[in-house]
């Protein structure tokens, strides 16, 4: 089975600090996505890393998928209040040997305090 | 473009009625997926459908049905519910294609509040 740990579960910072979020497995992911997830809404894809070592830039967010296509991270810049919300990380795996769905890590709540 | 989209917004049951959540796509999207999103558990797959007239399970299809007769449409179905579905749920489209440029990036719904008591 593959998973995805995300860490930190939560994180609490004030405006204007650096952090940065992880996604691990032990699974190789033919690509990996980020989303952002604020209350009562869906997820809303950020970005997404298709090539060990990339890295995307997404105004103040960076992400990066490790070379071995295992983990990824997400961090951000200077945070802002608005940066809040729940963000998920997921691979695409494989149920009943097809491909066509995503594996979610558990998610990292962040707050940002202004 | 009305994206995805999902009826009812939040819905009650008691325990043994049936119900089908409603889910549409208006992207011609080949790919629709069914999660379920609970407390610390993050979302987890219920069924899935790469295409009109094929489906297959995903982690958690035990206690829900689908079926996919059009690119549009992919409904999921209560058979029985119990407490333990209760949950939000969550439908998504994605595109097909050259997977290689842009992954298998899910565009969701805004989800359904189910409540079994």
């Known amino acids: 089975t593959q998973l995805l740990e995300q860490s930190p579960q939560f994180l609490s910072i004030q405006e204007g600090e650096n952090l940065t979020v992880y996604c691990n497995s032990s699974?190789?992911?033919?690509?990996l996505q980020w989303y952002r997830q604020e209350p009562g809404e869906g997820p809303v894809l950020l970005v997404t890393?298709?090539?060990?070592?990339e890295v995307k830039k997404l105004k103040r967010l960076t992400f990066q998928f490790g070379d071995a296509r295992k983990d990824s991270s997400l961090h951000i810049t200077a945070a802002q209040p608005g940066d809040t919300g729940l963000y998920l990380c997921?691979?695409?795996?494989?149920?009943?040997?097809?491909?066509?769905?995503?594996?979610f890590g558990k998610g990292t709540k962040l707050s940002v305090k202004p | 473009n009305a994206g995805v989209t999902q009826t009812p917004k939040f819905q009650v049951l008691k325990t043994g009625q049936s119900m089908t959540l409603q889910c549409a796509q208006d992207?011609?999207?080949?790919?629709m997926s069914w999660y379920r999103q609970d407390p610390g558990m993050g979302l987890r797959l219920i069924h899935y459908?790469?295409?009109?007239?094929?489906?297959d399970q995903g982690e958690v299809p035990n206690g829900y049905n689908v079926s996919r007769s059009t690119t549009e449409d992919f409904p999921l179905r209560l058979l029985s519910a119990a407490p333990s579905q209760t949950s939000v749920y969550f439908c998504?489209?994605?595109?097909?294609?050259?997977?290689?440029?842009?992954?298998?990036?899910?565009?969701f719904g805004p989800g359904t509040r189910l409540t079994v008591t």
């Open positions: 998504a489209s994605s595109r097909s294609g050259d997977r290689g440029l842009w992954g298998l990036e899910q565009y």
């Open positions: 699974s190789v992911f033919s690509s």
């Open positions: 890393v298709v090539t060990g070592g």
């Open positions: 997921a691979g695409e795996g494989q149920y009943g040997g097809s491909q066509g769905n995503l594996i």
């Open positions: 992207m011609n999207h080949e790919y």
């Open positions: 459908s790469v295409g009109a007239g094929i489906t």
